[in-house]
């Protein structure tokens, strides 16, 4: 638990078509056990869905992060990933790995450098993507689709999912992230959520890693991808976890 006057800070920041809004389940939880939470929305997503534009891309989505970061004056945080997130992550931490305790990628991505959330997604289920947009999202969004592709299927929570979901700029889904090597060097925590929505390949990085580098650790939930909907409980104790990881030498 958090000292008293100096609560721990958690960044939880959301996936593609999602927005902060997400993770209110957890946050609501982390926030009653006494700690500093933070739920950034990504530009065009969500609550700032108003910005969306073809012209916003992961470098835009990155400087979200990074700026955030900058005027919240936030230090010393636990920063968590959901799925997409993971690529902003990614580049975001060559400028962001001195403010960061620990990383928890909840089912999410992590590109080495020069990598496509397009690459990691797959052949198959990238030409899905693009056709996607191409047929209903007049060739640069990629619009909202329905709580069950993430793995929602209670009635009410799924309800309350698709009421918020907004369309993903395709930009930011086929921009190669630069460098990458701070992400890759962090005390990070990694949870699979069974079953998952992201292809098998995506998983081996961290899981290879996992066997190699004492800094990273490897949990399961089986729950939905969108376990801070579906199972929020479970979410927040590993998060409370990861912030006890070994912090990284400075």
Do not use: K
């Not at 799925?83 to 960061?100: I, N, T």
């Amino acid at each position: 638990m958090p000292t008293a006057g100096e609560p721990t800070t958690f960044v939880l920041l959301h996936g593609g078509r999602h927005g902060g809004w997400c993770w209110r389940p957890v946050a609501t939880r982390l926030r009653a056990a006494g700690y500093d939470v933070h739920t950034p929305t990504l530009t065009g997503l969500g609550d700032r869905a108003h910005l969306l534009s073809r012209q916003v891309g992961l470098d835009t989505h990155t400087r979200d992060l990074v700026a955030m970061f900058e005027f919240e004056d936030v230090h010393d945080a636990v920063l968590v990933v959901h799925s997409y997130g993971g690529m902003v992550l990614a580049g975001a931490m060559e400028h962001l790995a001195d403010r960061v305790r620990s990383v928890v990628l909840l089912d999410a991505h992590l590109p080495r450098a020069g990598e496509s959330m397009l690459d990691l997604l797959g052949a198959t289920r990238a030409a899905q993507m693009v056709a996607l947009a191409d047929e209903a999202g007049e060739g640069w969004y990629i619009p909202p689709t329905n709580a069950a592709y993430y793995g929602v299927t209670d009635p009410g929570e799924a309800a309350w999912v698709e009421a918020r979901m907004t369309a993903q700029p395709l930009r930011t889904y086929r921009d190669p992230v630069a460098a990458t090597a701070r992400a890759w060097d962090h005390p990070t925590l990694f949870v699979e959520c069974r079953p998952t929505a992201l292809e098998p390949q995506m998983l081996s990085r961290a899981r290879e890693r996992s066997t190699a580098d004492p800094r990273f650790q490897y949990r399961v939930l089986e729950t939905s991808h969108n376990a801070m909907v579906t199972d929020p409980g479970a979410v927040t104790t590993l998060l409370i976890e990861a912030a006890s990881l070994p912090a990284v030498a400075r």
